[in-house]
């Protein structure tokens, strides 16, 4: 199984979805990497939501921009940038998860 961490500050988690939809202010991630996106899908990276007895997950590779979101049966896939990783590690780190090498390409 995958390392993981439980976020249940929520500054933590606002600071996270907030990295993973700004590139930078007032632009939408997914909006600016739309010409940036690659073919790989090596997702390194996953969220799992609950809300109201709904979940969502994200899956997510930034080496190609690209994430997939699972809510139900339903899937879609759309582009992020490379703004999230740094706010991410930083939190898998508080929370000692280790993170895996890079690849050059992340």
Do not use: W, Y
């Not at 907030?18 to 090596?42: D, I, T, V, W, Y």
């Amino acid at each position: 199984m995958p390392d993981k961490t439980a976020v249940k500050d929520a500054k933590v988690r606002a600071a996270i979805l907030k990295s993973l939809n700004m590139a930078h202010p007032g632009e939408r991630g997914h909006r600016r990497s739309l010409l940036q996106s690659a073919a790989c899908f090596n997702p390194r990276h996953g969220i799992r939501a609950t809300h109201d007895g709904k979940t969502v997950d994200l899956v997510i590779c930034f080496e190609c921009f690209s994430l997939q979101v699972f809510l139900g049966d339903t899937k879609a896939g759309a582009l992020t940038t490379d703004s999230p990783p740094p706010t991410f590690d930083r939190v898998l780190r508080k929370a000692k998860v280790p993170l895996p090498p890079k690849t050059g390409k992340d």
